[in-house]
């Protein structure tokens, strides 16, 4: 029975070789063509979110994780990088008194992880153009709004963080985290620029004047402290110094003298109170 099977099979097979070799091809020919449709690597710093074409569309909660996946040739796998990325990005805004301004931004932020497939159904993998940049455009716009042109340009940092806080609020929302906005250059028109650089420059020369007022000020005062000191000094020796006192220092030092080996002449001072003159006559 086997053998008739086996013979059947063969003798089949030999009549319809060509077709055989047809189908071989064209089976081969579809899998060269689909492989990327079908074997899936993702790589470090990436996940995954499967479209399911005939069986629910969109996974929302699954996120296809590092690897190799093999997937059917008729869904679609769309890979996101959800590593920190860095976009730099140039808007214009309005101050409080209606003048334009240019400022240049660093933005980075990421996808949620966890929210990859959401992000996918709802925004697409062009978010950053759809929610990010147009939520942080919106945020600054308003902050600047609040603010006069030299504010903008001498306070960069305060504004940077107020952006940071709302555009975390209002872009969250969207499953993205906006880890920092950086204003890296805030440009001015040409005579508004010189002029607020003229006024912070005047400012800093007032500032620096004040300072050595207050220097020279204090410098006078140590001055008047010291001459009254000196004052007073010359005002206590001089009242200890009496004519007595002045006597027995010139009688002290005569006897001091006198007790010298060295020979010497003393002669005593005109008058009751003169000091004594001493002479050296050795030679």
Do not use: C
């Not at 013979?7 to 060509?18: D, E, G, I, S, V």
């Not at 000191?229 to 010139?250: C, F, M, P, R």
Request: glycine share 6%.
């Amino acid at each position: 029975m086997k053998k008739k099977l086996h013979k059947r099979f063969a003798a089949l097979f030999k009549n319809n070789l060509p077709f055989f070799l047809l189908f071989l091809l064209i089976f081969l020919f579809l899998v060269i063509y689909l492989w990327h449709h079908i074997f899936i690597s993702i790589q470090s710093g990436e996940g995954g979110v499967l479209y399911r074409r005939f069986s629910g569309g969109t996974v929302t909660d699954k996120v296809y994780v590092e690897g190799f996946h093999i997937i059917a040739p008729w869904d679609v796998m769309t890979i996101y990088t959800v590593r920190y990325q860095v976009y730099p990005h140039k808007m214009y805004a309005l101050t409080r008194k209606g003048l334009k301004i240019q400022l240049s931004l660093t933005i980075r932020y990421k996808p949620e992880y966890n929210l990859l497939g959401v992000l996918h159904k709802t925004v697409g993998p062009d978010y950053l153009q759809k929610v990010v940049v147009p939520e942080v455009e919106a945020v600054l716009r308003t902050l600047i709004g609040n603010f006069e042109a030299e504010e903008v340009y001498s306070t960069k940092r305060a504004i940077v963080q107020k952006v940071v806080n709302e555009s975390l609020n209002q872009v969250s929302q969207r499953f993205v985290k906006v880890d920092d906005v950086m204003i890296t250059e805030v440009e001015l028109p040409a005579y508004i620029q010189q002029a607020i650089e003229m006024k912070l420059e005047q400012k800093q020369l007032a500032e620096a004047y004040e300072f050595k007022l207050q220097r020279e000020h204090k410098e006078a005062q140590r001055k008047r402290i010291e001459a009254q000191g000196i004052h007073d000094y010359n005002k206590t020796v001089e009242a200890s110094l009496s004519d007595q006192i002045l006597t027995w220092k010139g009688v002290t030092a005569t006897l001091e003298l006198s007790k010298s080996e060295n020979a010497k002449v003393i002669v005593i001072g005109g008058g009751e109170k003169g000091l004594p003159i001493i002479l050296d006559t050795k030679k």
